[in-house]
C-alpha cells in the first residue's frame, strides 16, 4: 500500500517542456531568451569566491530585495525574493488557500496552477476567456459567486500572449474578495508604448500579489530567480512562516543583484525580441499560419485550414527535425502550437522548415 | 480580515540562527564547516559560462544524481536532488502526510520539524530520548500506537550530537507502519571507526528515506543542495509530483557535483573538525563545562553548577563580545549552549574569552 496522500496519489505531476541537452536542438518550446544575460552579471560570477560558499545565505536576499526595491520604488517589506517564481506560486498556494477552499485561473492557463491546486488538494475551477481571448466582464463577481479564495491570472498571458490592461486588472482586484496573483514572467517583453505597469496597484489593493521572475526577461532561466511584489501584510507571512529559510543560495543572490543593476541590457534584448517577434508573425502569416497578437515573446499560433497537416503533427515533424516548440495536449489548443521568439537566426531556421513541412 | 488559512495565521515561523554579515564575528551557531569548499569546487565555479543560464537547468539535475548514485552505489532514481535538505523535509510532508494525519520527533529535535507539521495544519507530537539522550527501547511501537504518518530522527541527533546506531535505525523502520525519515545532516562527521552506514537499509525497507546535505560535510550552506535516497517509489512522488519542475539552479548543480567528485577534499575537513571537537571538549571540561559526547560538529554543553553563569547569559555575553553560539529557549535545554566546532584558532578564541566571562 503507498504512503502517499491520497490526493497526491491520484495527481499527475507538471508536465514541463522538454529541456534537450543537445546543442543542435534550435529551442524554442519554453520560453527562454535567446540571448546570454547582462556582462555584468558574467563579472559578478567571475568575482565569487567559493570560500564564502561554507556559510548560509542571506536568508532573505536583502542586497537582491533592496536593488528590487529601488527599480520598484518600493519598500523592502513589499519583496519577496524565490528560487524561481514557481517557488512564489506554490507559497501562495500554501500560505492562503486551505484546502477546502478553490483555486481559480482562465481557461486556457500556465499549467502548473491546476498542479499546485491537485498537491493543496483544493478545489480547482477554469474561467473560460472570451472567442478573443479576453477577460470575461464580471470576472471579480463571477469569482467571488464561485466563493473563489485565489486567482491565478498570467498577464500577459500565456499560452495566448495576450496583455489585459491596468484598469481591468484593478477592476477586479477591487471586485474580487480573494487574492489576486498577477503572474507577470513576460511582462518584460510588452512593448514600452503601452505604458503599461500594475506595480502602484500593490499600494491600493491589500489582495493583490504580483510575481517577476529573473528567467525570461533577465535570461537566468538556468539561475531560479524569481520575486513577488505585494503589500507587507501579504509578503510577510510568506518570508517569515512557509517559504523554507534558505531559499535562494548565495551564488543566484549575486547573479540576480547584478543582473537588475544592469536592467539596460537587459532592455535591449527585449526590444530585440520584439522586432523579431513582429518579423516572426508575418513569416507565420505568410504560410498561412494566424497567430494571436503577442505582448509576450512567443506566439500562439493556429495551425487550421488551409494548412493540410495538424498542429500536433507538425510539432512533431518539427522536433524530428530538432526544432522544438510546444504543442498542448488539452481541448482548447489543439490546433494550435506554441513558439518561443528566438533570435532572428532561429526564426528564419523555423520558418524555412516550417515551409518545407507545409507545403511539400 | 487577513487571508491567511487559519493555521498559518496561528503558527510561528521556523527560527533561524543569526546570519551576522561581519567579518569580526567568530560564527559557531548555525554548524558550518569552518573550510572552504574543495578546489575542484573554485575550478568548476571559474569554468562556468554565464551564456548557459538563459536556459532551464535541468530538470532532475541529472549529472549530479548520477555521481550521487556511484558514490553511494545505488541507482539514479533512488536519488532526488533538492534545494538544500530542508526543502526535501517539506516535500516529504507535502507528500506523505495528510492534515489529519500526525508527523513525529524526538525531543529535542530539530525545531524546523514542528514548523513544517504546523504549516501542513497536521498533527505533531515528539516521543522524548532518555536522560542519556538515547531512543527509547519500543519506538516503533509507540509510534504505531499513536498513529503516526512520518517520523523524523535526525542522526546523529541535533542538538545533542548523539549517533544511534543502524541496527537501531533498522529496528525502528522494521516495526513502524509510517515513514521513518533519518536526516543525516551531520553524517559525514560520524569516525569512521564507528563504520556506520545506514543507507543499504534503503534496500531492505520500503518506508525509509535518508536525507543528506552538501551544506555541512561539503562546506556548501551557501549553495543550497541537498539530497534524498529512497527505493524508488518513494523518490518517485517528490521527484515528478512535488517538487518545483527546476528545484535546483545550473551552476548550483555543477558546482554540487565537482564537491561530491572531489570528496577525498571534504573528508579532510571532517578529519580536522573530529580532532578539534576533541580538543574542544577538553577545554570545555577544564572550564567545567561538560559536553555530551558528539559524533556531529557542533556540541550540546551543559552551563551548570559550579557555573556562576547561566546558560542564555553565557550566549548573551559571547555574542556582545562577536563569538556567536546557538542558545535554544526551549525548557529541555534551558541550561545548555550548542557550540558548533570552528577552526582551532576559533574555538581557541571561545574557550579563551569563555573563560574570563566565567571566571572573571
Known sequence: MSLQRPNILRMRGYSFGEQPSSKLVTKLNTNENPYPPSPQVA???????????????????????????????????????????????????TTYVDPTETVATTA????????????????FIEVPLTTSWNLPENLGTLLNKNKVKAFFLINPHAPTGQLFSSEQIERVASEFDGLLVIDEAYVDFVDPMQQHNCVPLIDRHENLIILRTMSKGYSLAGLRFGYGLACADLIAPLANKTRDSYNTDSIAQ?????????????????????????????????LGISCSSSEANFLLCTVDHPIQINAQTLYEKLKKENIFV?????????????????SDDENKRLLSLMRTLIDP
Open 43 to 93: 563579472e559578478a560570477l567571475a568575482s565569487i569566491d567559493t570560500s564564502i560558499l561554507n556559510r548560509y545565505p542571506n536568508p532573505m536576499a536583502n542586497a537582491f530585495r533592496e536593488t528590487a526595491a529601488c527599480l520598484h520604488n518600493l519598500h523592502v517589506d513589499n519583496i519577496i525574493p524565490t528560487n524561481g517564481g514557481d517557488e512564489l506560486l506554490r507559497l501562495i498556494v
Open 108 to 123: 486556457p492557463a500556465y499549467s502548473l496552477y491546476p498542479v499546485l491546486a491537485a498537491t493543496q488538494n483544493c478545489n
Open 254 to 286: 549575486i547573479l540576480a543583484t547584478a543582473a537588475l543593476k544592469s536592467k539596460a541590457y537587459s532592455e535591449g534584448t527585449w526590444q530585440k525580441i520584439r522586432q523579431s517577434r513582429q518579423r516572426l508573425a508575418l513569416g507565420l502569416q505568410n
Open 326 to 342: 510546444r504543442y498542448f495536449e488539452e481541448p482548447l489548443l489543439q490546433n494550435k502550437i506554441r513558439i518561443t521568439v528566438g
